[in-house]
């Protein structure tokens, strides 16, 4: 019976206009809208379909403004047990080193993991390094860009997808998995679902109620920054062939003047 942990992200919406602010080149979470990062939910419906096959509890876990509740809530109203969020301004503008110390201090509050799953990448910051350095920080074995993943017993086995192939990767629990856009299809929240979700519980924590010392995460100790940043030019007119007949001789010229043939 699987204890399970699953990571889970409140992100800009892709279909909405995404900038950084003017003021500390941070994402400005306010100027788009906001929801649960879709490889989240495969990484949801993952830890969903493993407790319905081994049974086990599924806790959800964000780091986020007060606002990323409602990416919690949807995640519960798939099915989740429970979830923690960590929400701390302290916590704005934190790098990928300060987000993994604290996120590996939330699950340390868990009694017993079994299993972290994580999405492989997220739409906001496409770091896509989290899901390994946390499992350097727990001390588990990490299975990373799952497509595939079966337990038996203690042992955990995983069909790793990449550019360059299949791999069948194996461990022993506790270990960390992050999944890719393939692993499945996440179920639609049903009306029960959504209901119960209102009633779950959500422990609110800061980062001193962690252990962790405020001034250690945020903007001003983050191991990297972004010094400048220019909003994406609008898109430029391209170049209209008037066909004569001689159209194609038209087309081709343009591609040798762009060293395309």
């Known amino acids: 019976m699987p204890n399970i942990v699953v990571l889970v992200k409140q992100v800009p919406d892709t279909y909405s206009e995404r900038r950084l602010s003017d003021a500390d080149h941070t994402l400005d979470r306010e100027s788009a809208d906001a929801v649960l990062d879709e490889i989240n939910e495969r990484a949801v419906e993952e830890a969903l379909v493993i407790k319905e096959a081994h049974g086990g509890e599924v806790t959800v876990l964000s780091v986020g403004p007060e606002r990323a ?93 990449t550019d360059t192939g299949l791999t069948h990767l194996q461990a022993t629990l506790p270990a960390v998995v992050s999944v890719g856009e393939k692993i499945n299809e996440p179920r639609y929240p049903s009306f029960k679902g959504i209901m119960a979700a209102k009633k779950k519980p959500v422990d609110t924590l800061s980062v001193a109620d962690l252990g962790i010392d405020p001034a250690q995460v945020g903007l001003a100790s983050a191991s990297t920054a972004v010094l400048e940043s220019t909003p994406k030019p609008p898109r430029a007119a391209g170049q209209r062939v008037e066909d004569s007949g001689d159209g194609g001789s038209k087309i081709a010229e343009y591609l040798v003047g762009q060293k395309l043939i």
């Open 69 to 161: 509740t409602e990416a919690i809530r949807k995640a519960l109203s798939m099915g989740a047990d429970k979830a923690i969020h960590v929400s701390d301004p302290a916590l704005h503008g934190s790098c990928v080193l300060q987000t993994t110390k604290v996120l590996a201090a939330a699950i340390g509050t868990v009694e017993g993991v079994d299993l972290v799953i994580a999405g492989n990448e997220a739409t906001d910051g496409r770091g896509g390094a989290v899901p390994a350095m946390l499992a350097e920080v727990l001390g588990f074995p990490q299975l990373t860009h799952a497509r595939k993943v079966t337990i038996e017993g203690d042992t955990i086995t995983v069909t790793r997808e």
